[in-house]
């Protein structure tokens, strides 16, 4: 079992940035995918970029490549989510997300990001 709590979010201005963070239990963090999702108000959830756990390499939604950025410590079992040139349609609440398989079966209650114009 693995359990997320994610940290970051806030209200900030459309151009500036914020730094999520996702905290999780358990000592087998560096054997899970980890994720990023959000979802907006009457909006489906939808994946924002994950890290994989084999490959190393980061992957994006084409909405946020090129201002959001992910990276872990699997020293501190804790992934990131560095979010710059922030715009207004970005505002959701984000979630963690972590699969050892297939699926991302464990999630984070989710911390709310709000940007203003």
């Known amino acids: 079992q693995v359990q997320l709590v994610e940290s970051g979010g806030g209200l900030v201005q459309a151009g500036g940035s914020l730094r999520l963070s996702c905290a999780a239990s358990g000592r087998t963090f560096s054997s899970y995918d980890m994720a990023w999702f959000r979802q907006a108000p009457g909006k489906a959830r939808e994946f924002v970029a994950s890290?994989?756990?084999?490959?190393?390499?980061?992957y994006y939604a084409d909405s946020v490549k090129g201002r959001f950025t992910i990276s872990r410590d699997n020293t501190k079992n804790t992934v990131y989510l560095q979010m710059n040139s922030l715009k207004p349609e970005d505002t959701a609440v984000y979630y963690c997300?972590?699969?050892?398989?297939?699926?991302?079966?464990?999630w984070g209650q989710g911390t709310q990001v709000t940007v203003s114009s």
């Open positions: 890290f994989s756990r084999g490959s190393g390499r980061p």
């Open positions: 997300a972590g699969r050892a398989g297939a699926l991302y079966n464990y």
